[in-house]
């Protein structure tokens, strides 16, 4: 016969003595005065940003070669890597008049959904150029769905010291396996011959990539935006900024 259960008995209630009763309500303001004395673990985010560990998985960003070529080659084995399906790649082949990056292929379209993301770093270690890595980045708010689906011009490396914007030539001389040893250093007297013929407008050895990457102006000094910025450029160029920009100003009025 299968053996069951009796129901416990209550427990019997707990002998209290007078002065334990008395001290009681007391001793949870011990817990809050100890407290008083504890280093405070609050951060004024974002008045203060807290800078992550060297290693945190941010924001991705397109890096470049020291020529301001990119690194790119729109192979998409990033995109075949990612668990979450948020990056979606269209490769694209250079030209002689439009030579994005080192080789035969660049990619002409990127993007990176964060709604979908997961941050596990898989694509940055499909990469095979290491055109794909991860910042400290972690400012990826949005107003809008839309506005967290980040492009090219979103994720583009900034151009430093000594780069050419793409698109031009690769350095004379040399082919795409250089650029992956590291022989090429920056731009060339060349190749800045080449983009002052042919992009006139262009000028200067850090000018944004023609008709892509047009730099912010609240871009950080390692050229990352930040969401704040994103969403108050937003706003200044929304429908309703530019028709509040055109009516006339009540200041003054009765
Ligand atoms: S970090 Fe992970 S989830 Fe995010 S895009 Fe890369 S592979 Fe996909
Ligand atoms: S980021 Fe790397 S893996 Fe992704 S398409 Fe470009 S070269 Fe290929």
Known sequence: MAETHQPTSARPPRKTSWVGDLLAPVAGFGVSFR??????????YPEVMVPTQPRYHGRHQLNRHPDGLEKCIGCELCAWACPADAIYVEGA???????????????????????????????????????????????????????LIYEKQDLLAPMLSGMLAAPHPMVEGSDDTAYYRGEVTGATAQQQEWVDEHRPQAGGSTQTDAGEMAQEPDASPTGRISAASRLRTRAESSPVSRLKAKLPSSEGKP
């Not at 407290?35 to 004024?44: D, P, R």
């Not at 979908?116 to 890595?133: K, S, V, Y």
């Not at 991860?134 to 839309?146: F, I």
């Open 93 to 147: 082949s250079n030209t002689p008049d439009a030579q994005f990056s080192p080789g035969e292929r660049y990619g002409r379209v990127y993007q990176i959904n964060y709604l979908r993301c997961i941050f596990c770093g898989l694509c940055i270690e499909a990469c095979p150029t290491r055109a794909l890595t991860m910042t400290n980045e972690y400012e990826m708010a949005g107003p809008s769905r839309a506005e």
């Open 35 to 44: 407290t008083m004395f504890t280093k405070v673990a609050t951060e004024q």
